[in-house]
């Protein structure tokens, strides 16, 4: 494959490729023709999108130099869950650019007749794979509840049928992972929190639950869902929802009432981790895993992007211990931004945090926040070698022969 055309937008939203120009991959403040090894067809279910307030920069064949396109507009995939992207797009901001939404800006460029992007596939599942749902289907089991009192399962359905939640929408379908969002609040600001946004900001991109609910409500919906899927997993820790670990009481009930009626299904929280004596409590009632978001294993970087409220980075580290302690399984939610995770003091820290907690995955999940926006609120130096995402993951592979790569949340079946 010859070097991969730019992809551009006009003042129409119109996108094509852009003849006489190759596109630039950009990581943090560098920008670079991609190798060519690094892309790959274009994924299903991906989407190509325009970036406002920006203009692309791009390699002149002609000219045999770098430019400025100010005339067209940036082109960026979001790659579909499963795939993590190796680079953003190449872009600089125009005077007075607003924040871009909560979306992930993987590098898409166009090469004989077919899209290509910048990315890795981790996980090949399709636990979030809604090209096959039939939503007649959906709609025809969320109308069974309609008469529930259960304040959940109607959250459940307009999670499904407003937002087109994957979670919600495998609940009325009886497969994967359900849902179980308990916690309206949280004691951390993240910026790139995708269900709160302070005003001024770029906009949320769900609303968050409105209420606590019971933890007979919380159980209802757990037994329901393991007495109908194959492998199933009931997770607290939504995209909806707050912290759960600030409704540990409720939580810890819950799992008393799944497991008096069943052994069966895995009980998974995602988590910030923060709050160690909580996370004994739960473990102890059952819990069987726990996913800790991350975006960072150096303090410094954590506390400017979590911006958390009456906890610090040792606490995360702790609840990973406590859990460890049970034998729990631990993955991270490993937050990846090009240009950041792959830097090697980053890189060298993250290896030291594996050794020091015993963490049993790592689910590589693309940050979702602006990435030229990230680097300043983070205050990243450009004075890091830069690895590549893919050297980073060959080598903890390589270190590390027993840590698992993926996506999704593992059922219990699939611990060891």
Same mark, same amino acid.
């Given at each position: 494959?010859?070097?991969?055309?730019?992809?551009?937008?006009?003042n129409?939203?119109?996108?094509?490729?852009?003849?006489?120009?190759?596109?630039?991959?950009?990581?943090?403040?560098?920008?670079?023709?991609?190798?060519?090894e690094e892309?790959i067809?274009?994924?299903?279910g991906?989407?190509?999108f325009?970036?406002?307030?920006?203009?692309?920069?791009?390699?002149?064949?002609?000219?045999?130099?770098?430019?400025?396109?100010?005339?067209?507009?940036?082109?960026?995939a979001?790659?579909?869950?499963?795939?993590?992207?190796?680079?953003?797009?190449a872009?600089?901001?125009?005077?007075?650019?607003?924040t871009?939404?909560?979306?992930s800006?993987?590098?898409?460029?166009y090469?004989?007749?077919?899209?290509?992007?910048?990315?890795?596939?981790?996980?090949?599942?399709?636990?979030?794979?809604?090209?096959?749902?039939d939503w007649? &289907? *959906? #709609?025809q089991?969320? !109308? $069974?509840?309609?008469?529930?009192?259960? @304040?959940l399962?109607?959250?459940?359905?307009?999670? /499904?049928?407003?937002?087109f939640?994957p979670?919600?929408?495998?609940?009325?379908?009886?497969?994967y992972?359900?849902?179980?969002p308990?916690?309206?609040?949280?004691?951390?600001?993240?910026?790139?929190?995708?269900?709160?946004?302070?005003?001024?900001?770029?906009?949320?991109?769900q609303?968050?639950?409105?209420?606590?609910?019971?933890a007979?409500?919380?159980?209802?919906?757990?037994?329901?869902?393991?007495?109908?899927?194959?492998?199933?997993?009931v997770s607290?820790?939504?995209?909806?929802?707050?912290?759960?670990?600030?409704?540990?009481? &409720? *939580? #810890?009930?819950?799992? !008393? $009432?799944?497991?008096?009626?069943?052994? @069966?299904?895995?009980?998974?929280?995602n988590?910030? /981790?923060?709050?160690?004596?909580?996370?004994?409590?739960?473990?102890?009632?059952?819990?069987d895993?726990?996913?800790?978001?991350?975006?960072?294993?150096?303090?410094?970087?954590?506390?400017?992007?979590?911006?958390?409220?009456?906890?610090?980075?040792?606490?995360?580290?702790?609840?990973?211990?406590?859990?460890?302690?049970?034998?729990?399984?631990?993955?991270?939610n490993?937050?990846?931004?090009?240009?950041?995770t792959d830097r090697?003091?980053?890189?060298e820290?993250?290896?030291?945090f594996?050794?020091?907690?015993?963490?049993?995955?790592?689910?590589? #999940?693309n940050?979702?926040?602006?990435?030229?926006?990230?680097f300043? @609120?983070?205050?990243?130096?450009?004075?890091?070698?830069l690895?590549g995402?893919?050297?980073?993951m060959?080598?903890?592979?390589?270190?590390?022969?027993?840590?698992?790569?993926?996506?999704?949340?593992?059922?219990?079946?699939?611990f060891?």
């Amino acid at each position: 494959m010859s070097n991969p055309a730019l992809v551009v937008a006009d003042n129409k939203q119109k996108i094509f490729e852009l003849p006489g120009f190759y596109a630039y991959a950009q990581a943090g403040d560098k920008i670079w023709l991609p190798p060519q090894e690094e892309l790959i067809p274009l994924p299903s279910g991906s989407k190509l999108f325009f970036l406002p307030d920006r203009y692309p920069v791009a390699f002149n064949i002609k000219k045999h130099c770098y430019e400025e396109l100010r005339d067209f507009y940036p082109v960026a995939a979001f790659v579909p869950p499963g795939y993590t992207g190796l680079y953003s797009t190449a872009y600089k901001e125009r005077k007075g650019a607003r924040t871009l939404p909560l979306f992930s800006y993987s590098l898409v460029t166009y090469h004989r007749g077919a899209y290509y992007v910048a990315a890795i596939r981790v996980d090949r599942r399709k636990n979030h794979d809604m090209r096959a749902v039939d939503w007649k &289907i *959906v #709609r025809q089991k969320a !109308r $069974l509840f309609k008469n529930t009192k259960n @304040r959940l399962i109607r959250q459940l359905a307009d999670c /499904a049928l407003t937002n087109f939640c994957p979670n919600a929408v495998n609940f009325f379908l009886g497969k994967y992972e359900c849902p179980l969002p308990v916690s309206p609040s949280c004691n951390a600001r993240c910026i790139g929190c995708i269900s709160f946004q302070p005003r001024g900001s770029c906009p949320h991109t769900q609303p968050r639950v409105t209420f606590v609910p019971t933890a007979d409500e919380v159980a209802e919906i757990a037994l329901l869902h393991i007495q109908t899927a194959l492998n199933p997993v009931v997770s607290f820790g939504q995209g909806c929802e707050g912290e759960p670990l600030l409704e540990a009481d &409720i *939580v #810890r009930d819950a799992i !008393r $009432l799944i497991r008096r009626k069943t052994a @069966r299904g895995t009980i998974h929280m995602n988590t910030n /981790a923060s709050l160690s004596r909580q996370v004994r409590l739960l473990c102890k009632a059952g819990l069987d895993s726990m996913r800790v978001s991350i975006n960072s294993v150096r303090p410094e970087f954590y506390q400017r992007y979590y911006l958390p409220r009456g906890y610090a980075f040792g606490d995360v580290r702790n609840s990973i211990a406590v859990a460890k302690q049970y034998k729990k399984f631990v993955s991270l939610n490993y937050l990846v931004m090009p240009g950041f995770t792959d830097r090697e003091d980053e890189f060298e820290e993250l290896v030291r945090f594996i050794r020091r907690t015993g963490i049993d995955m790592i689910q590589w #999940r693309n940050l979702n926040y602006d990435p030229r926006r990230y680097f300043k @609120r983070l205050k990243v130096s450009s004075n890091s070698r830069l690895l590549g995402m893919r050297a980073v993951m060959r080598q903890l592979r390589k270190r590390f022969p027993k840590l698992r790569f993926g996506y999704f949340n593992v059922p219990k079946e699939q611990f060891l």
